[in-house]
Structure formats: structure tokens, C-alpha cells
């Protein structure tokens, strides 16, 4: 099994500075395709997960260019490059490549 | 606009089993595969389980040897059952659609883009 392991796991962020999430993988998530098998999802509070990013830098329809995703083989990063209150929620990496696991998700609070 | 709805008993029994439904309005769920995911208190997401809408299942492997998600396509749902609960299985439980998000190398890739608002279901006596 691929295991997902965030950091950090809480994350205090000042609105308008940057922010960003590192998320590591057991095994590469390089398909045969050459794309990296990873999205990256938000839970807001109350609300249910939305998708941000997908196959590891493409950023879903609809979500601010402020979000963005890189990475390769078994390090990804999520960067926010300016937070804003909306922001604030869970943030979670899942990989795609074999079935699907979640990491363990990382709470970003804004100050 | 398509949108998704949980349904199921909020409290179940150990041992028992829970059964939700997931109904699909607004679209058809033909061609789409149909995802469940979990978040029990206080902890992270999990994922559970899909389905295509012909019926061709992926499970979670450590819930695989209790879990069932099958597909009503006439009444446009799809559904879970979990045998034999226990309080670890308590969580807030969401249906969620997998669409084709990107054609990668002849590769069809699919993420959960739409989801339900969620159910929550507590096992205890």
C-alpha cells in the first residue's frame, strides 16, 4: 500500500503571506503515462471536499490561480502564494496511483 | 447542475450492517464512476470505495472483505453496505462523482469533483 505523510499538520498562516504544504509519498507516483498520480483537496469547515489540484500541478476548473501544485516522484508541494480567510480548512493529498489513500491532512488556520 | 444526496440510518448497531444510498439529480450517473469516502471525528479522510455505472468495483483493501457498492442505474443511485461495524466505523460518510479530468497518453484520468453534503453515521448499542 502507498502511505501519504504530510507536513506539517498544522499550518498558522498571516492573510496575504504564502503558505505551503509538503506532502510525501511511500513509493513514486509516476504513472507509465509520465504524469504524477496526485490531487490535492480541500475540506472547509462544515463543507464537504472540493477538488484543487490534479495529476499534481493542474489546478481544478474554478480554483483561484493563487493555488498551485508541483512536485515529482515522491515530493509534492501545494503553495499558496497569498492566503486569504477563505482559505482556512484541511487541506489533504491523495494518491491515485494504486486504488487511492489519503494523507493524513494538514489544517491551515488563518491569524 | 448535478448534485448528490446521502441517505441511510444515522445510528447503527455493532455488528449490524450500515447501508447508505447515494442519489444522482441533475445528470445521469451512466458514465461516471461513483466514490465513497469517509471522515470519521477528529480524524482525516478515507477512502472507501468506487464503482463504475456498469458495475466494476475498487475497494479500500482494508475494507474490502465487509464492503459491497453496487449501482441502481433506473433509479439513477449507488450504494454501500458495510457489515459487521464497529464504533470505528462511526464517521461522516460522502458520496462523491469521478469525472474524466485529463486524457494523459491515451490514459483516461479521474478525480472527485462533485460531492454530497455528506451523512453522518454512529455505530453504538
Known amino acids: 500500500d502507498i502511505v501519504m505523510t504530510q507536513s506539517p499538520l498544522s499550518l498558522p498562516v498571516t492573510p496575504g503571506e504564502p503558505a505551503s504544504i509538503s506532502c510525501r509519498s511511500s513509493?513514486?507516483?509516476?504513472?507509465?503515462?509520465?504524469?504524477?498520480?496526485l490531487d490535492w483537496y480541500l475540506q472547509k469547515p462544515g463543507q464537504s471536499p472540493q477538488l484543487l489540484i490534479y495529476?499534481?500541478?493542474n489546478r481544478a476548473s474554478g480554483v483561484p490561480d493563487r493555488f498551485s501544485g508541483s512536485g515529482s516522484g515522491t515530493d509534492f508541494t501545494l503553495r499558496i502564494s497569498r492566503v486569504e480567510a477563505e482559505d482556512a480548512g484541511v487541506y489533504y493529498c491523495?494518491?491515485?496511483?494504486?486504488?487511492?489513500?489519503f494523507g493524513q491532512g494538514t489544517k491551515v488556520e488563518i491569524k | 447542475q448535478v448534485q448528490l444526496q446521502e441517505s441511510g440510518p444515522g445510528l447503527v448497531k455493532p455488528s449490524e450492517t450500515l447501508s447508505l444510498t447515494c442519489t444522482v439529480s441533475g445528470g445521469s450517473i451512466s458514465g461516471y464512476y461513483w466514490s465513497w469516502v469517509r471522515r470519521p471525528p477528529g480524524k482525516g479522510l478515507e477512502w472507501i470505495g468506487y464503482?463504475?455505472?456498469?458495475?466494476?468495483?475498487n475497494y479500500n483493501p482494508s475494507l474490502q472483505s465487509r464492503l459491497t457498492i453496487s449501482v441502481e442505474t433506473s433509479k439513477n443511485q449507488f450504494s454501500l453496505k458495510l457489515t459487521s461495524v464497529t464504533a470505528a466505523d462511526t464517521a461522516a460518510y460522502y458520496c462523491a462523482r469521478l469525472s474524466r479530468v485529463a486524457t494523459v497518453s491515451n490514459y483516461y484520468y479521474h478525480s472527485m469533483d462533485v460531492w454530497g453534503q455528506g451523512t453522518t453515521v454512529t455505530v453504538s448499542s
Open positions: 464503482i463504475y455505472y456498469s458495475g466494476n468495483t
Open positions: 491523495m494518491q491515485t496511483l494504486q486504488t487511492r489513500t
Open positions: 495529476l499534481a500541478s
Open positions: 513509493q513514486s507516483l509516476l504513472h507509465s503515462s509520465g504524469y504524477y498520480y
